[in-house]
């Protein structure tokens, strides 16, 4: 299929790897303008050979760049939030410091995006947001995600409070629940634990497999789109089974 967001304009954090670059791929190739951002900037010059020509080093943790990269942008019919941390531990492993951190990178960064994409958004009544949140946390307790699950509840708890205020000003807001997936920071996860780390994640998978970025773009897209006008304030799971 293409031309499922012809017309449409998108905005992308950390969209220089993973599920967030898939999803900015995903979304030129099915027509939006995309402006994506990121702290990599080789990363995201990578993007052009995908038809992506604008980008842009942002660090959603910097309140005043996002603000300023709001201004820039104008008005988006889409914004997709992606950044997120995974602290590893339990709550004895985690200092403030590290709770600080995690929150402020995975929730106080969308609270800061929407604070800053919204307004013209309501003035234009229509826009779709779409925040990564993760089954860790919301569909299922893992061990060692102590913060990173309580950070990803906040997302799709954050997510149905913002649908819920806009519903009826042509506001969208959804999150996606991803199981495991091979992104090069999973990856480095896995390495983490030693030779077996990736096999692990794999053995807890009923399908016997991991799950991929485009697998998960699919469903931004599929979210971004008009297709799902009459869905908001989900929290749609897609995990390969992980919680069945
Ligand atoms: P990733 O963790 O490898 O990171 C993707 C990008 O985030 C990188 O390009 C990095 O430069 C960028 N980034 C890091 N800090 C940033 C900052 N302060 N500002 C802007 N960009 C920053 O990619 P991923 O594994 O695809 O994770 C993307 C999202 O998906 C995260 O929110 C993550 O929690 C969530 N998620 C991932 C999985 C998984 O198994 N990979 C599962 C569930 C949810």
Request: hydrophobic share 50%; with cysteine.
């Amino acid at each position: 299929m293409t031309d499922r967001l012809k017309g449409k304009r998108a905005f992308v954090t950390a969209a220089a790897a993973g599920i967030g670059r898939a999803s900015a791929i995903a979304f030129a190739r099915e027509g939006a303008e995309v402006f994506a951002t990121d702290i990599d900037d080789a990363g995201l010059a990578s993007l052009a050979e995908h038809g992506i020509a604008r980008t842009a080093k942002l660090d959603v943790r910097d309140t005043a760049a996002v603000e300023a990269i709001a201004r820039e942008a104008g008005t988006v019919d889409i914004l997709l939030n992606a950044a997120g941390f995974v602290h590893h531990g339990t709550v004895l492993d985690c200092s403030d410091t590290d709770w600080d951190f995690s929150f402020d990178l995975n929730v106080k960064s969308m609270h800061r995006t929407i604070r800053a994409f919204l307004p013209a958004m309501l003035e234009a009544g229509r826009g779709s947001i779409v925040n990564i949140s993760s089954a860790a946390g919301v569909f299922k307790a893992a061990p060692n995600r102590y913060v990173y699950g309580a950070t990803k509840a906040a997302v799709a708890a954050l997510t149905r409070a913002v649908a819920v205020d806009f519903i009826t000003r042509g506001i969208r807001c959804n999150a996606i629940c991803p199981g495991t997936i091979e992104t090069p920071s999973m990856l480095g996860r896995a390495a983490a634990l030693g030779p077996q780390g990736r096999e692990m994640f794999v053995s807890r998978q009923p399908m016997g497999r991991l799950g991929n970025s485009e697998e998960i773009a699919a469903l931004a897209v599929y979210l971004a789109s008009d297709e799902s006008a009459f869905t908001t304030g989900v929290a749609h799971i897609i995990d390969g089974g992980w919680t069945l």
